[in-house]
């Protein structure tokens, strides 16, 4: 999945073959649609937003210059088409607190997580990911899953890349903060337990 | 001892984040984005300045001027502009007009730096948008 591979198809979309941009469609829609499934919660609404996002880009395409990836400047129109619909439905989910955590009481929480089957694990994940803000479930996934750089993912959602830095840090403790609370309680007393 | 937690933390929601898969669309999802996709035009379209319909108007309207001074062939010695004084206006009117307008040699250094200004003007702007 190279940069230098989407040009191919986008310099055919430009010769007029529109075709080609069923590749670039099919090579993102999963990162798209949940970046945007991140960021508004709602499956149809995420689907919806997606579909915008591709046609944007496409009507744009003649504006990309290469300057940055192909997959930066598509998550930028993905992130700005969520920020809209979240500015027009007026739906900004409740920011999260953040707790402050002892070594002991991450390593016990690490301890419960490894000791879900492969399904439960994921299931888990999937839930508390859902109940992060809107913005921290997308810089988490660009940072993690899409392994971008600070400058990248600052280009993505127009911010400097000391912010995203200090976002991250703060979108971490709020999903480690989920986690706590949404794993079951007795759980994390019997690890707790098992290391004393 | 923070820095330690810091890293923790930073372990456990990478795996998270990492094992927890991407979501995906309906299964229609490609075809539905096809189906709104036009193919880009490589070429530039030129449109005729005046169109077809400009054409024809302009085209029916010389033929009906033909046709209606072909029919209405004759001097009419009566004609309404006959009366009007041309000649009088152009030599007398219109020079007195000006005659009547005095401007001091401040005013007139001034008119003449616009213009020429004004003529400058002209090749830059015509480059800097073809340029664009």
Redesign the interface.
Known sequence: MTTKNDHIYIDQILNGDAKAFAVLVDRYKNMVFTLTLRMLKNREEAEEASQDTFLKVYRSLETFKGASKFSTYVYKIAYNTCLDRLKKNKKYQNDVAIDEFTEHQIVTLDNALNALTEAEYQQSIKDCIGLLPEMDGFLLTLYYFEELSLEEIADVVNLNPNHIKVKLFRSRKKLMTILKERLEPEMIAYYEGERR | ?KE???K???I???K???????????SD??N???A???????AIVYRPLISRTGWILIFGSVIAFVVFSYLNLGVDTNEWFQNIDLHSILTNGVANFFSKLKFDQITSYAMLVCGIMLCAQIPILKHFMDKK
């Open positions: 001892m330690n937690v810091d923790l933390s930073d456990i929601v990478e998270a984040i990492r094992t927890s898969n991407l979501e995906s669309p309906s999802f490609t539905h984005i096809m709104h996709v036009r193919p880009k035009s490589t």
